[in-house]
């Protein structure tokens, strides 16, 4: 194509998308949660691990896992009483790693459920549209690890809420989902929270109100691009609309002050973007201390909470200009009904490092004699007539 390829062109070679994503992705959305037939429990075990763990485990609390047939299991627990049920991926940032690759994933859930559904029993006929962020580490073609993220608070209260049945909620009440706005011009990398720049540095430091950072007009206006747009908008009165801006973001964070929030970061993620911009990929463990009026409860004393966040912010000329946010509010609340909680995922290992190791030279060469013996196998078949069992496995591919 030459050197003057412009950079919109080389974005387009680089980002990655529903039709060019890896086949184990493939299947997860397109086939497991898009509730087809195809999806069975020998399915999964073609595109996840034997050791495959997902955060948090739901199939067994605080331990690694679920592995392939846990997996269906879960799928299948979203699958059945939504029949309807969609997982629409909007948009995929891909990162390379040093073993494997890393892909964040982020899509709209709807559906209506036909059964009892994240304890809203017996369903209400109303519909869901919520936001969901995974990232997933994928190794020789299969899943590995996932991070995973779901609006279930907001898909709970639209369940039970006034919306009219039958008819799916407008996602974040109208707000523009805004995805896919700027394209990925090369492979991004995980890096240390140190490297992430002065504005997202300051983001966090900012919600957790940290000793030495004094919060000032103008310093919110270094961090936050003045049309500063978060998803969702929850800002009272604000919903659904473009914005809140970095000075209704500043004037908002006593509130997180309040209940002593800690934002740890555990993950960092750098994507290079078109139209000179970044994207910033933050996983973190998130924690507070809260008593009183807080997420629907009426607290009498002061209980703990410890969830995973997953921010993704973009940056542009050194402010962020866009962020997408998912915290696991619904975790938390659970966490302070029965009496609080410091431990995230009842102690499962969050494993912050996944795929920061390069594979060992004896694994590297182990590889190489595997690939070798296998084009050694495919060339001596070439050319042989096939034998096929009628049914069997090898004639219905």
């Known amino acids: 194509m030459g050197m003057s390829m412009c950079m919109d062109e080389r974005a387009k070679i680089a980002a990655v998308t529903t039709a060019t994503m890896p086949e184990c992705l493939r299947v997860h959305y397109l086939e497991g949660f898009a509730s087809t037939p195809s999806y069975t429990v020998k399915k999964a075990t073609e595109i996840y691990h034997e050791d495959f763990v997902s955060h948090v485990n739901l199939m067994q609390e605080g331990k690694p896992g679920p592995g392939p047939e846990g997996m269906a ?3 299948l627990g979203f699958t059945k009483p939504v029949p309807n049920l969609r997982w629409d991926v909007q948009e995929i940032l891909h990162i390379k790693m040093p073993t494997g690759d890393k892909y964040v994933c982020v899509s709209t859930t709807s559906g209506t459920p036909f059964d009892a559904f994240l304890g809203v029993s017996p369903p209400s006929g109303r519909s869901f549209h919520f936001m969901a962020i995974d990232i997933h580490w994928v190794v020789d073609a299969k ?7 779901e609006e279930l608070r907001s898909a709970v209260k639209q369940l039970k809420g006034k919306t009219t049945k039958k008819e799916i909620p407008l996602f974040h009440h109208g707000q523009m989902g805004n995805f896919e706005k700027l394209m990925q011009r ?10 992430l720049p002065q504005c997202v540095k300051d983001y966090y430091k900012a ?39 970095c000075k209704v973001w500043a004037d ?6 309040k209940e002593q929030f800690k934002w740890e970061l555990r993950v960092a993620l750098r994507v290079p973007c078109s139209r000179a911009c970044e994207k910033y990929v933050v996983l973190s463990e998130v924690s ?52 609080g909680s410091t431990e995230l995922h009842s102690g499962q290992p969050l494993n912050p490092d996944a795929g920061m190791q390069a594979p060992k030279k004896e694994e590297k060469e182990e590889a190489k004699k595997e690939e070798a013996e296998e084009k050694r196998e495919e060339v ?18």
Do not use: Y
């Open 73 to 75: 299991g879960i799928v």
């Open 143 to 149: 899943i590995k690890e996932t991070w995973h993220l």
């Open 186 to 195: 090369e492979a991004g990398s995980q890096i240390k929270g140190s490297e």
């Open 207 to 245: 919600i957790n109100h940290a000793e030495d950072f004094d919060m000032t007009e103008a310093l919110a206006g270094s961090i936050c691009d003045k049309a500063w747009e978060m998803h969702p908008n929850e800002c009272p009165g604000l919903e659904g609309k473009p914005g809140p801006g």
């Open 252 to 257: 908002s964070l006593d509130a997180f002050w």
């Open 288 to 339: 507070g201390l809260t008593k009183g009026e807080f997420l629907g409860l009426a607290l009498e004393e002061a209980k703990s909470f410890c969830i995973m966040g997953i921010d993704i912010h973009t940056v542009k000329r050194g402010k962020i200009i866009e962020t997408w946010h998912i915290e696991d509010w619904a975790s938390a609340t659970e966490q302070l009904q029965a009496g």
């Open 380 to 397: 001596k078949s070439e050319g042989e007539p096939l034998s096929v069992a009628p049914g069997s496995e090898r004639g219905m591919i």
